[in-house]
Each structure stands twice: as structure tokens, then as C-alpha cells.
């Protein structure tokens, strides 16, 4: 039904009774895509005809790839491309039920035990995505009367996992351990708390400081929960993610990670103890009533972590292209915050000048994403750079050259730079 337009027949100061409000009103007034699609300056759902990692064409251009999360480059790697289609052959294109019923696979269960060997913890749970992951963990482990303490910067779908608890919500300064010892020592003793921290944060690209965070998690009897979305891969010997980097796996509780960065497929998984595996099994509402990972992304992600371990040399690779990038970036003096990974923020500062920013680069042709509000807070938008392990020193020399007259055109860095 649609209702009538606003105002027709309203007497000034009084509600119309003939206006019916419809839920649809907020869409209709919706206008913030038209306007910025109007000024050339809609950044988003752009087509990539072909390409993925490292080179893509968009309308039929080819551009540099320096927005992608596949950090190893594996999306487009034969053996595990023909592993996906292998596991299609086998097992069909979809599980067609949840885990719970009818959708666990022999590859559901060896991919499990493979990831919770490979972070260092008893058992594992895959789930659909990295985003029900953190929602389903989260809101069946936090009951009412519980805490939990979560960084400024943590992920969205963390957010959402809080808000779907019925514990509560305390978010301390980004990274800053005399802000969270404040808000854990204003917490009843007796009561469960759990700490979340990104282990390498989505946008800034910095590192948690996991040191301060379980040397706290220790003294006030929380437990830690790691989402390493973008440090599985990366971070840690053979990229076993920020715990093992730090050498901290046995004080972390629990550990999260996607298959949509390095792993080169969808899904997501946790793990932990057996016992906690258990129960988010029986309760995460996520898992238990969503379908299970498709055949092609388990089986993807199985032959990832081979990949990972034989070519080691991409880990490598992928440090040498991040510090190559950094310390061009940082010679012509922009502003990359605190990051000290693949995720490489330019802070740009203003929205619309982020926005503009990003289509001379596009213009210049470089494919990267611009970061703004409530992705980030207001007045900190941003240009966020990924690398990968495929990008050549050519590619990444080139990109800092573009990058040069962007920084001087929009006032980022010194004329002579
Ligand atoms: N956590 C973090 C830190 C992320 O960056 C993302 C993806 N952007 C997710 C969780 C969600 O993962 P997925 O894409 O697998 O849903």
C-alpha cells in the first residue's frame, strides 16, 4: 500500500489523520547515493569484468588492484581453483541444510581440525561467514549480567554480536590499555567479562596490543576473544595469525578467523576449547540455522592452507611488498597512522575530500577503497590500501608515483614531496 504524500491537507502544527505512514517512507527519502552518483563521486558495487587480485578491469579499463583482502593471492590460484571444482564434482554445488541437520561433509570436519591445529587451539567450528561468526559466538556466549569489553575500532559485525547478547557493552579507547583497566575495574568481581579486540584492525592496518590486553585479561579474570580476520595468513610464523605472533596463544580463549582474506574462499570459524566448541555447536543461532559452507569454499580453503604451507614464500613476499609500499608512502610524507601490516590507511581527514580523492586515483587507475563514516569516526576517512604477495615492485613504484601527485593535488603532503 502506499501511503499519501506528506502534507496533503495538514492543518500547520497537526498530524494529517488521512497521511498514512508507510516503512517504506525512510527508502523514498533515502537520496545520499543519488547525490554523490550525480557528482561522479559513488565509490561502490563497481563492477570488476575480470581479474581479481592484482590487476581488474572496470568498464572495460584496466586498473591496478590495491583494494583487495586475498593478501596471498590465492583467489585465482589453479590448485585450489581446481580443488573447489573437484569438491563441486564430488559433493555438489551447496549443502541445501545447516550443519545442525543435514549439512555436515567429511571436508566440514577435516577443514576444523585443520584450523584449529593450525592456530593452536583444541577444536574449531566453521560457520557460513566471518560476520555470523562473530554474531553467533558472541551473543550465545554473553549472558545478562556479563561484560563485554570491546575496542573502539572493533569490526561491525562484533557491534552486532554485542548488541545481540544480552550482556553489556563497554568500549574502551582504541588500543589504549589505561582506558580498558578503567572500565574492567569498574566491574562487579563475580561477573563473566569478555574482552574483543580485532587482532589486526580492518581499516588502520595497526595491531592489537595483545601483551597489554591478556596481562589485564589475567589480572581482572576476563576472557579474550581475537577476531583475526586480517592477521590469519599474515601475521605469525607460517601465518598462524596475531596470537602466535605475539606467542600468546594459550592466553588468548578464543580465536576468529575468515575465509574471505587470505583463505581465498567465504566462511568463517572460531576455535577454542573443546568444551566451548561444544556448546557454541548447540547454541549459536548462526551456525544452527543457517546452511553450511558450500563444498566449494571448504574444499577451497582446505587446499589454501596447503598452499600456505608449501609456498611459503608468499608470506614472504607479502612483507616485502608491505614494507616496500610503507616506506614510500612514508617518505613522501603522508599520513598512514599507526599501521604496521598489508592494511595501509591513507588519512585523508574530510569525507568529500576522501571521496574525491579516491576518483583521481580511479581516474589515474588504481582500484582502492575509501573508508568513511561509520566506517570509521567522523573527521578520519580514509583511502585503505591493501597488498598482496602477487603485486610487482613495477606495480607498487607506479601506484606511489600516482599516489605523489594525488597527495599534492589534494594538499596531503608538501608540494615538493
Ligand atoms: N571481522 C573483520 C575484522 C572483518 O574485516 C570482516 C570482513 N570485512 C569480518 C569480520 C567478516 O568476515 P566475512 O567477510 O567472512 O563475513
Not at 37 to 66: C, F, S, W
Not at 125 to 135: D, E, K
Request: charged fraction near 20%.
Amino acid at each position: 500500500m502506499t501511503s499519501k504524500p506528506h502534507g496533503s491537507g495538514m492543518a500547520l502544527g497537526q498530524p494529517d489523520a488521512n497521511v498514512r505512514p508507510s516503512i517504506l517512507d525512510k527508502c523514498t527519502a533515502f537520496r545520499i547515493p543519488d547525490e554523490l552518483k550525480a557528482g561522479g563521486l559513488y565509490p561502490y558495487h563497481r563492477i570488476i569484468e575480470t581479474g581479481q587480485d592484482t590487476e581488474v578491469q572496470v568498464n572495460g579499463r584496466k586498473m591496478l588492484m590495491l583494494g583487495s583482502n586475498s593478501y596471498l593471492e590465492l583467489t585465482t590460484h589453479p590448485r585450489i581453483k581446481e580443488r573447489a571444482a573437484e569438491a563441486v564434482r564430488q559433493y555438489g554445488t551447496g549443502c541445501a541444510g545447516s550443519r545442525f541437520l543435514n549439512g555436515t561433509l567429511p571436508i566440514h570436519v577435516e577443514l576444523e581440525r585443520k584450523l584449529a591445529d593450525l592456530v593452536g587451539k583444541e577444536a574449531a567450528l566453521v560457520f557460513p561467514t566471518g560476520f555470523q561468526t562473530n554474531t553467533g559466538v558472541i551473543s550465545s556466549l554473553v549472558h545478562k549480567g556479563e561484560y563485554i569489553i570491546g575496542d573502539k575500532y572493533i569490526h561491525a559485525c562484533i557491534m552486532d554480536g554485542c548488541q545481540l547478547s544480552h550482556g553489556q557493552l563497554l568500549r574502551y579507547d582504541h588500543n589504549n590499555m589505561a582506558d580498558l583497566e578503567e572500565k574492567l575495574s569498574r566491574l562487579p568481581e563475580g561477573a563473566g567479562k569478555l574482552i574483543v579486540t580485532d587482532g589486526v584492525f580492518s581499516m588502520e592496518g595497526d595491531i592489537c596490543n595483545l601483551p597489554g590486553i591478556t596481562e589485564l585479561a589475567a589480572r581482572y579474570g576476563a576472557q579474550v576473544m581475537v577476531d583475526d580476520a586480517h592477521g590469519i595468513g599474515v601475521l605469525g610464523p607460517q601465518g598462524r595469525g596475531t596470537a602466535a605472533h605475539f606467542g600468546l596463544t594459550d592466553e588468548v580463549d578464543l580465536i576468529m578467523g575468515t575465509f574471505s582474506k587470505s583463505l581465498a574462499a567465504i566462511g568463517g570459524f572460531i576455535a577454542g576449547t573443546e568444551r566451548t566448541i561444544n556448546y557454541l555447536m548447540h547454541m549459536a543461532r548462526p551456525y544452527m540455522f543457517s546452511a553450511s559452507a558450500s563444498p566449494a569454499s571448504v574444499a577451497a580453503v582446505l587446499a589454501a592452507l596447503e598452499v600456505m604451507e608449501e609456498e611459503s614464500w608468499r608470506i614472504e613476499r607479502l612483507w616485502e611488498n608491505t614494507r616496500f609500499l610503507k616506506q614510500g608512502f612514508d617518505e613522501l610524507g603522508f599520513d598512514t597512522g599507526d599501521s604496521e601490516t598489508p592494511v595501509i590507511p591513507i588519512l585523508v581527514g574530510e569525507f568529500e575530500t576522501c571521496l574525491k580523492m579516491w576518483h583521481f586515483l580511479q581516474e589515474e587507475g588504481i582500484f582502492v577503497n575509501p573508508v568513511v563514516p561509520p566506517g570509521v569516526p567522523p573527521g578520519r576517512s580514509l583511502i585503505r590500501i591493501s597488498v598482496t604477495a602477487g603485486h610487482t615492485r613495477e606495480q607498487l613504484a607506479w601506484a606511489l608515483e600516482v599516489f605523489r601527485k594525488a597527495g599534492r593535488h589534494f594538499g596531503l603532503i608538501e608540494l615538493g614531496a
